[in-house]
């Protein structure tokens, strides 16, 4: 890739820093942002900051590092 070109081309997406809301969060994790929000009551970590949420680098790592709850299984034939 030339030089030229690359002054072209659009700035990367870059990733957001602290602190982040719940939407970024949730991006981050690959959640939903509800889900982002129901994870904060339950860790009790992130603050309140009017009708959002705000996280910090330690906040988000708390809750990527949570234990997975697995989720919905679906039975096979071989465990009916």
Known sequence: MSAKSERNMPPKPKKPSPPYTSAEVAQLLE???VS????????QVGMRKGHDWLFL???VERMRSRP???GYRR???DDR
């Open 31 to 33: 959640i939903s942002p």
């Open 36 to 43: 982002v929000r129901r994870l904060a009551n339950s860790l």
């Open 75 to 77: 039975r096979s034939n």
């Open 68 to 70: 997975s709850r697995g």
């Open 57 to 59: 680098d330690a906040d």
